[in-house]
């Protein structure tokens, strides 16, 4: 008997007369190792939400409702195997640190106390997050969310895993650390089934299931995917490209009369959450009409960064000042006006981006927003935030991603809360008046000029 059978699955949104699955057949058999790929809108992530509500549901292990509509078709499965899904919207407390958010999950398990926090631990160290097992939830990092979000499945040891694109935000060698495990995890003679838009993650499987507008328009081997597949050639065809240029503005094309102005400068920024230091004395500045890329591993203070510069938290000390106040979009961001149920979330962001784009502000902030875009959503954003920078904004995005960074006109990376490389050049002349920026973050405890 197969691991999992799926039959006819065909599931249209509540708020869609179309389907938006079609006919959807495939099995699963005890230790395959299967990637799941197609582009954004194509239905992977809905499929991933019928297959968790049917298991779930027709095991007595009744799902609220995270995917509404009509579900058409039968998923038959073992009743004695286990399965555990990683979805990258999965929730936290905020009022427990995550190795005891671990551990609770698993007291429904029926384990022993000795089998919980062996596993609580073997999961955290699984990930790297072993030296964050007092921190809470909410003090991680979007990077690190994801990581705990891969924690808590490992732990489950189920017998068939399925991960629905939970590794996007994380920086190369996390990202091929979480690999390796998998490939372990599978050596084990477990399932996987891991639903991706990146080329690298597909190395280690075995099978590849290829969904467009719905369907599954391949079914086969790794190698018959990559040699003989025009599919695996569209997909992932464009390469995204290096830029050619300093700044985007008109200065960057030969305007001797003008020079770049500095429209944000953030000095001696710190900050710790508890008595962990995040950032340590970072100094920073952004130009108008320039495209910058802002890269570190995991935990380097990216996103703090980001949430000090629009004043969701204040530093312990430093200041930062700027021409207006920063506006940031982040992967959490669902400011539509409209009923969007029906999208998939990379099609969701790809509006939320669109709208954001279109603001007024001066100096525009994206936090990993590129992360569940496939390649070609990815390219086309990037081009749009160029636009941006070429209208004379002050345009910054992170990410983990070399060859997004490198599309960009600067680069800089964080190490352990501070600037560790940039590519500004540092004999650039640029104008600073100080005159015409404002002070928008102080230390905690002090009042801004806003």
């Known amino acids: 008997?197969?691991?999992?059978?799926?039959?006819?699955?065909s599931f249209a949104y509540r708020s869609s007369k179309t389907n938006f699955l079609k006919d959807i057949n495939f099995s699963v058999k005890q230790g395959e190792y299967i990637v799941i790929l197609g582009a954004n809108g194509s239905g992977k992530?809905?499929?991933?939400?019928?297959?968790?509500?049917?298991?779930?549901?027709?095991?007595?292990?009744l799902l609220e409702e995270k995917i509404t509509g009509k579900i058409q078709g039968r998923v038959e499965f073992e009743k004695n195997k286990t399965f555990a899904f990683a979805f990258s919207?999965?929730?936290?407390s905020d009022l427990k640190n995550i190795k005891d958010e671990i551990r609770s999950r698993l007291k429904k398990l029926s384990l022993t106390d000795s089998e919980i926090e062996q596993r609580t631990i073997e999961s955290l160290a699984a990930t790297?997050?072993?030296?964050?097992?007092?921190?809470?939830?909410?003090?991680?990092?979007s990077s690190q969310k994801q990581k705990l979000t891969l924690s808590a499945v490992f732990a489950q040891q189920a017998d068939l895993l399925l991960i629905d694109d939970t590794l996007s935000m994380l920086d190369p060698k996390s990202r091929s650390e979480i690999l390796d495990y998998l490939?372990?995890?599978?050596?084990?003679?477990?399932?996987?089934?891991h639903i991706t838009h990146n080329f690298d993650d597909i190395e280690k499987a075995h099978r590849v299931i290829f969904l467009q507008k719905g369907k599954i328009c391949f079914d086969g081997t790794l190698q018959d995917f990559k040699e003989k597949n025009e599919l695996s050639k569209n997909f992932f065809a464009e390469p995204i490209p290096r830029s050619?240029?300093?700044?985007?503005?008109?200065f960057a094309q030969n305007d001797k009369n003008s020079l770049p102005k500095v429209c944000f400068l953030a000095e001696n920024l710190s900050f710790s959450y508890g008595k962990k230091e995040v950032l340590k004395n970072l100094n920073l500045k952004l130009f108008s009409g320039s495209l910058t890329a802002l890269t570190g591993i995991c935990a380097s203070g990216k996103s703090t960064f980001l949430k000090i510069a629009e004043g969701f938290i204040q530093p312990n000390s430093g200041t930062i000042f700027a021409i207006s106040k920063p506006k940031v979009l982040t992967q959490n961001s669902t400011d539509t006006k409209e009923n969007l149920t029906f999208l998939s979330a990379g099609e969701r962001l790809k509006l939320c981006i669109e709208e954001f784009c279109s603001s007024k502000e001066n100096i525009l902030f994206f936090d990993e927003?590129?992360?569940?875009?496939?390649?070609?959503n990815r390219l086309?954003?990037?081009?749009?935030?160029?636009?941006?920078?070429?209208?004379?904004?002050?345009?910054?995005?992170?990410?983990?991603?070399?060859?997004?960074a490198s599309f960009a006109d600067r680069h800089i990376s964080l190490q352990d809360g501070a600037v560790a490389n940039d590519t500004l050049n540092p004999t650039l002349e640029y104008d600073t008046n100080i005159k015409n920026l404002f002070q928008i973050s102080r230390k905690s405890g002090e009042n801004s000029n806003e």
Not at 244 to 250: A, K, V
């Open 89 to 92: 919207d999965d929730n936290f």
């Open 45 to 61: 992530s809905t499929l991933a939400r019928v297959l968790e509500q049917k298991i779930k549901n027709e095991s007595n292990n």
């Open 380 to 404: 086309l954003i990037l081009k749009k935030l160029r636009e941006l920078a070429f209208s004379g904004k002050a345009v910054l995005f992170t990410t983990s991603r070399m060859d997004e």
């Open 183 to 193: 490939d372990f995890y599978n050596s084990t003679g477990k399932t996987i089934i």
């Open 1 to 9: 008997m197969n691991l999992l059978t799926v039959k006819n699955i």
């Open 128 to 141: 790297g997050l072993i030296d964050e097992s007092n921190s809470v939830a909410k003090n991680l990092s």
């Open 244 to 250: 050619p240029y300093i700044f985007c503005s008109d």
């Open 369 to 376: 927003i590129l992360a569940g875009l496939d390649q070609k």
